[in-house]
């Protein structure tokens, strides 16, 4: 009972001091503005009717299907096709195509059984070009080209996955969902880092430690104002991403708060932890940000998780942004229900306790 | 209850190479203000941290309020009040939110807090701040406040670190009358300071030096040790007096007072108003006897003793 009453006076004083900080305010509203327009709009231009070939040498309607499929991405723009793949080179060397996609005669046989459908003969030197053509490479064509689709209800959800739901491919409809782990990565981590710290900086800690309060009281205590805060953003999120992007939600709205829930409460621990370790506010940011670049790059936002090198999946399984993607995009995009969710839902309150646990271990009320 | 409020035996804490405190003993009374008297870097801060047990100990034992420290820390916390050197309640909250926030940490229910405040914010004169941040007001109201919040759950014992380095002769005055107030009602306080004329109203005191405890008992006592040692002279051209003086191996050290000039005597002298004639003669000086203040006593204790 006291225990409660303490927890609920440290709360309460965080949201005082948190109402009058403008700064952090600011953060709170103003970060989840800005990156989602940047991001939303830079990705959406960056990647767009790149000249491509088409060297069908099948035939066939599995062919026509799969450049279609290519076409209707917008990334590319198909203006010629060729009888031979050396027609090809020799345009991409010549510059008038950037890329040329190549179908074997055996489509329809490979198709069947499920290998690689075709080759892309990509220009590699302009990178950005490259990379947006590799991402291509990722796409589950094979899907489309006749598989049945109760063969994918299993898989985990993935990038590929949620991109089947995107008949479109417009980019949005992954940042939108994929920028709320970002974001929340981002705010989250940041603001319990310094939480510990800043007390300790300012000699508030000196006193607090003087006082009957628990490790854990106090932990707790600091967390809940901010699940508010990451509520408050994944509201302006996906509320830009509806009103401005046009990004709808269709899934179950439980759904998505248990989801979210679980990745704030990830977050928050593992910002705690980084307090209960870093001497000043300054080193408590450079640890958010050691933890927030692998985030964003590795976690399926930046790249599809199935591209990635196999050491780089090793890191991105550590980091719960990468759980909460896969989660976020399958609420999000698929109307996935939590029993199918439960792997990497599991994974995230399970990181939440451990990390709650060893940063209440790791904090003595002493100033040794 | 015959336990003392604080006893520590041999305490010390190193910080690596720094020695902070160094083997030092005490025994402090309930229900008495005991000071601790010492230069910058003395070892004040640290001492009053390692008793409230958040340093622990490089060695030595200590016993606050019947408890290990920092064993059984925890068990006296609700028993103990700390006010920090450097102020450490949060300036973004208000005089009327920080004592809120401690009150319900401290454990107190709403009721038993908003009376308490009541009292204290009258107590403390702090009726027309009630509503300003901490970051907001002068360095006097803050000790004030921090004062308010370090006796808000009626702890048996007070540490005051420094209590009053921001607070100006007048309310200084003011403070310690809060400090008697308290202890009247049974409170122990410990209280560190710089100032000679705080250190006299302790009911007894300690002066620390380099981490180690140099003396220590009732001011009185201390300053009765040294009677028959201060001199006091008076004459022209005292500049010149004060070094012939300080070349005398008997003289522990010479400091001008306005016209006079204060000489305080190594022990074992016999006469030292004879003596000075004798050395000093020829300068027309009037030299006699002087009761002797804590700041001789802080002087005779915190001089290197060199090796005559
Ligand atoms: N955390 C620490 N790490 C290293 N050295 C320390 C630490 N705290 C104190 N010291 C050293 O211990 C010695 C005693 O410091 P302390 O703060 O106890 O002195 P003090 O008597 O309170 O001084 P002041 O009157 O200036 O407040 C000093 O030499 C100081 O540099
Ligand atoms: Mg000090």
Redesign the pocket.
């Known amino acids: 009972m006291s225990a409660l009453t303490r927890i609920g006076s440290v709360t309460g004083k965080e949201f005082r001091q948190l109402s009058r900080d403008r700064l952090s305010l600011g953060m709170v509203v103003m970060l989840p503005l800005i990156q989602l327009l940047l991001f939303g709009y830079a990705i959406n231009t960056m990647v767009r009717d790149i000249p491509i070939g088409v060297v069908d040498l099948s035939g066939s309607a599995a062919g026509r299907v799969i450049t279609e499929q290519v076409r209707v991405t917008q990334v590319v723009d198909i203006v010629a096709h060729y009888s031979t793949a050396a027609q090809a080179e020799a345009d991409i060397v010549a510059g008038r195509i950037r890329a040329a996609l190549v179908l074997p005669e055996n489509l329809t046989q490979r198709v069947a059984a499920g290998d690689t459908v075709g080759q892309w003969l990509v220009d590699g030197s302009d990178t950005m070009v490259g990379s947006a053509l590799l991402g291509l490479r990722q796409m589950p064509l094979h899907l489309e080209a006749g598989a049945p689709p109760g063969a994918y209800s299993a898989q985990p959800p993935s990038f590929e996955v949620a991109l089947f739901f995107n008949p479109e491919r417009r980019s949005q409809v992954n940042i939108v969902p994929g920028l709320t782990a970002v974001i929340l990565t981002m705010t989250m981590i940041l603001f319990t880092s310094v939480a510990l710290v800043r007390e300790r900086e300012r000699g508030n800690m000196e006193l607090l430690i003087t006082t009957p309060i628990r490790p854990l009281e106090l932990m707790v205590g600091k967390l809940v104002p901010y699940v508010f805060v990451g509520l408050l953003q994944i509201t302006i999120i996906l509320g830009i991403g509806w009103g401005v992007f046009g990004v709808a939600f269709h899934g179950d709205l439980f759904n998505l708060i248990v989801v979210t829930l679980a990745f704030i409460g990830a977050s928050l621990t593992l910002g705690l932890l980084i307090s209960t370790q870093a001497q000043t506010q300054m080193q408590a940011m450079q640890m958010t940000v050691f933890v927030l670049l692998p985030s964003i790059l590795l976690s399926g936002f930046m790249f599809p998780y199935d591209a990635m090198p196999v050491a780089a999946q090793y890191i991105a399984e550590a980091l719960p942004a990468t759980h909460f993607m896969r989660l976020i995009r399958g609420v999000y995009l698929r109307d996935a229900q939590l029993a199918q969710l439960t792997p990497d839902l599991l994974w995230l309150l399970g990181f939440t306790v451990i990390m709650l646990a060893v940063a209440t271990a790791r904090f003595h009320k002493s ?1 040794d | 209850m015959t336990e003392p409020a604080i006893h520590a035996r041999q305490l010390s804490r190193h ?2 190479e ?1 020695i ?2 160094d083997r030092i003993d005490l025994d402090i009374p309930r229900g008495e203000i005991y000071g ?1 008297l ?10 009053i ?1 390692a008793l409230c047990g958040l340093l622990t100990p490089t060695a030595g034992e200590v016993r606050v309020l019947g408890r290990e420290i920092p064993a059984q820390a925890e068990e006296v916390r609700r028993r103990i009040g700390y006010m920090t ?1 450097k102020f450490s309640l949060y300036e973004d909250l208000t005089v009327e939110e920080n004592m809120r926030f401690l009150g319900s940490i401290q454990g107190l229910s709403r009721r038993a807090c908003r009376q308490r405040m009541d009292t204290l914010i009258k107590e403390y004169d702090l009726g027309e701040l009630r509503r300003r941040r901490a970051g907001m007001m002068s360095g006097g109201q803050r000790q004030r406040l921090a004062l308010a919040a370090a006796t808000l759950h009626e702890p048996e014992l007070v540490f005051l ?2 209590p009053t380095s921001a607070v100006d002769p007048e309310n200084r005055r003011d403070f310690w009358e809060k400090l008697f107030d308290l202890v009247e009602r049974g409170t122990t306080i410990l209280v ?1 300071t ?1 100032y000679m004329d705080e250190a006299e109203r302790c009911h007894r005191l300690a002066i ?1 030096e380099h ?1 180690r405890l140099r003396a220590d008992g009732t001011p009185a006592a201390l300053m009765a040790q040294l009677d028959g040692r201060v001199v006091e002279i008076d004459g022209d051209d005292l500049r010149q007096v004060k070094a012939a003086a300080l070349a005398l191996p008997e003289v522990r050290s010479a400091a001008q007072q306005g016209l006079h000039l204060r000489v305080l005597l190594r022990a074992g002298v016999d006469d030292p108003v004879a003596l000075l004639r004798q050395r000093l003669d020829g300068r027309g000086l009037d030299i006699c006897l002087a009761r002797p203040s804590l700041e001789d006593v802080f002087v005779d204790a915190t001089r290197p003793e060199d090796a005559a």
Request: charged fraction near 15%; aromatic fraction near 8%; charge should be neutral.
């Open positions: 100033l | 910080f690596g720094v902070a405190v601790f010492g230069p910058n870097g003395s070892g004040k801060t640290t001492t941290r050197q670190d420094e560190s710089h620390l981490g």
